[in-house]
């Protein structure tokens, strides 16, 4: 493990038991992410990325694999994780409605991990009002309840809420698919902003590769529960490898003459995603790909680093 990793994943699996069958919705997926910098967690619905983003947490407890912090390897469940570890590790999920208690007004929402973790003992009203002011809310939003805000500054108040207990590492899953894409601005500009300053590291899980591009460090493209391709954010987007990766790229949106150079030629999608109860043997991938051998449908393929710090599972390049 090198020194600036501050999360690794080694060979992680969660499985979900349902009427149908095993839903292997994370099946054996490795990656690190370093301090300070913002990984990057792509893939259509289904593919395993929030369940990934929750079993770090320790929300899921993990079918196999370990997961370790800070070179340590973290106890399962988010119960048997001292408190010094849960203040250190926090999540801001998709939806800040149902997140925040509507009962509690905001000063009081925020207030709550300072009493727990004992920060700011005796100040903590004015640590409430210095994180409003860090996240770009008004103080007086200190005595209103989350029912009289909008949903981008209730987002805004779960991100204060998660930086109450000054962790170094923070989840975000999908935190602007809600809101309407002035708001995503604004919320991608007040992370990225708060990154900075307090050299915070993210995990961002989104399905938006445009947004991707802007925020990560690195990406990793998720399908079916595992990981397919790891790259720097401007190799992955100049030089994808995976042929599902270039597929998705092809399909995206461009505006820019340089975001038309480096967009791959158009891959026409082929096929849905397959039921994960019921997922294709060998590469889960070659029902739909254009480019399946005869070894893709029986073996599922190594993942391999073809240069440095660019992984990706396929045959083509093994
Ligand atoms: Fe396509 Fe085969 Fe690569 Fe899977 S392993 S992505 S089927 S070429």
Not at 9 to 23: C, E, N, Q
Not at 96 to 120: M, T, W, Y
Not at 182 to 192: D, F, G, P, R, V
Not at 215 to 221: E, H, K, Y
Request: with cysteine.
């Amino acid at each position: 493990m090198n020194n600036d990793e501050i999360i690794q994943v080694k060979d992680l699996k969660k499985y979900f038991k349902t009427s149908l069958g095993i839903v292997r919705a994370v099946d054996g997926i490795s990656f690190t992410i370093r301090e300070g910098e913002t990984f990057g967690l792509v893939g259509e619905s289904g593919s395993g990325k929030s369940t990934t983003a929750f079993t770090i947490m320790g929300v899921y407890e993990p079918t196999d694999g370990e997961i370790y912090f800070k070179g340590s390897p973290l106890p399962k469940s988010v119960k048997k994780r001292p408190l010094s570890l849960r203040k250190e590790m926090q999540m801001v999920f998709q939806d800040p409605g149902s997140s925040l208690n509507p009962r509690k007004r905001i000063g009081q929402i925020i207030e709550l991990p300072l009493r727990v973790h004992r920060l700011h003992v005796g100040r903590e009203r004015e640590r409430v009002k210095e994180l409003l002011e860090m996240v770009g809310l008004p103080v007086d939003f200190i005595n209103r309840y989350p029912g009289a805000i909008g949903g981008g500054e209730k987002q805004l108040v779960a991100i204060a809420r998660a930086l109450a207990s000054e962790p170094s590492f923070i989840a975000l899953d999908e935190p602007t698919s809600a809101l309407d894409v002035s708001m995503q601005a604004k919320i991608i500009n007040t992370l990225l902003r708060i990154q900075k300053e307090l050299n915070l590291t993210y995990l961002f899980i989104t399905h938006n590769l445009s947004l991707m591009r802007n925020v990560a460090s690195r990406v990793g493209i998720m399908y079916l529960g595992k990981m397919f391709e790891v790259a720097e954010t401007s190799e992955f987007f100049h030089k994808p490898l995976h042929p599902y990766t270039k597929m998705l790229l092809s399909a995206i949106p461009v505006i820019t003459e340089e975001e038309e150079k480096i967009k791959p030629k158009r891959v026409i999608s082929r096929g849905e995603i397959p039921s994960p109860v019921n997922v294709p043997s060998g590469c889960y991938f070659h029902p739909r790909c254009i480019d399946c051998m005869e070894i893709c449908k029986k073996e599922d393929p190594p993942m391999v680093e073809v240069s440095t710090g660019h992984f990706v599972k396929c045959h083509l390049y093994t």
